[in-house]
């Protein structure tokens, strides 16, 4: 069964450093993986996706993703943290059957600090 | 503006009590889902939709109906709600490439 996982509650970082939040995944074939972003009282908001090509993935607001396959992950990365960045991040992958529906991992709540 | 539009926003009910939550696009998009939020665990797919008259189940259905009448609506209706669905309903359209989602419905069920 496709399935993804956060492995962190909760990632602090300071302003102006770089992140990384982690997602490993279990999926059969070629992967397609997504990361989301929520802010508070929010809906989710599309980050950035990889379907095929480069290993890394930009996207949104200075975000990217880089798919490792010999260690089936897609960590989301930022060079350089913001305190506007803190939110909570989810990894997702198509449900088996339909690329149309996503399952999403549990969530990482990034918070990052001045 | 363009978008995924959610009524209501907050919402109090007894349990045994039914509702719809309202779930509205502009986008032309033909899928259509809802999600709910609960904490530590994600979202969970409650029902997809790949069009108008056509509908399926996803993870965690059970307690929810949907019908999709037009491209534009997906209401979600709990005949009788349950503690156990106190949670936050988000409705999404689009595709694999790129979900709208509205921005939620906090559902408390007593």
């Known amino acids: 069964a496709q399935s993804v996982a956060q492995p962190e509650d909760q990632v602090n970082v300071a302003e102006g450093n770089p992140l990384t939040v982690k997602c490993t995944y279990s999926?059969?074939?070629?992967?397609?993986l997504f990361w989301y972003v929520q802010y508070p009282n929010r809906g989710l908001q599309f980050l950035l996706k990889?379907?095929?090509?480069?290993?890394l993935v930009k996207g949104s607001y200075g975000f990217e993703a880089e798919f490792n396959k010999s260690q089936t992950s897609f960590h989301l990365k930022k060079p350089s943290a913001l305190v506007s960045d803190s939110a909570l991040y989810f990894c997702?992958?198509?449900?088996?059957?339909?690329?149309?529906?996503?399952?999403f991992g549990a969530g990482t709540r990034l918070a990052v600090h001045p | 503006n363009a978008g995924v539009t959610q009524t209501p926003k907050f919402q109090v009910l007894k349990t045994g009590q039914s509702m719809t939550l309202q779930c509205a696009q502009d986008?032309?998009?033909?899928?259509m889902s809802w999600y709910r939020q609960d904490p530590g665990m994600g979202l969970r797919l409650i029902h997809y939709?790949?069009?108008?008259?056509?509908?399926d189940q996803g993870e965690v259905p059970n307690g929810y109906n949907v019908s999709r009448s037009t491209t534009e609506d997906f209401p979600l209706r709990l005949l009788s709600a349950a503690p156990s669905q106190t949670s936050v309903y988000f409705c999404?359209?689009?595709?694999?490439?790129?979900?709208?989602f509205g921005s939620g419905t906090r559902l408390t069920v007593v």
């Open positions: 986008m032309n998009h033909e899928y």
């Open positions: 999926v059969s074939g070629n992967p397609y």
């Open positions: 990889y379907i095929t090509g480069d290993n």
């Open positions: 939709s790949v069009g108008a008259g056509i509908t």
């Open positions: 999404a359209s689009g595709s694999v490439y790129g979900y709208t």
């Open positions: 997702a992958v198509p449900l088996s059957g339909g690329y149309n529906k996503l399952i």
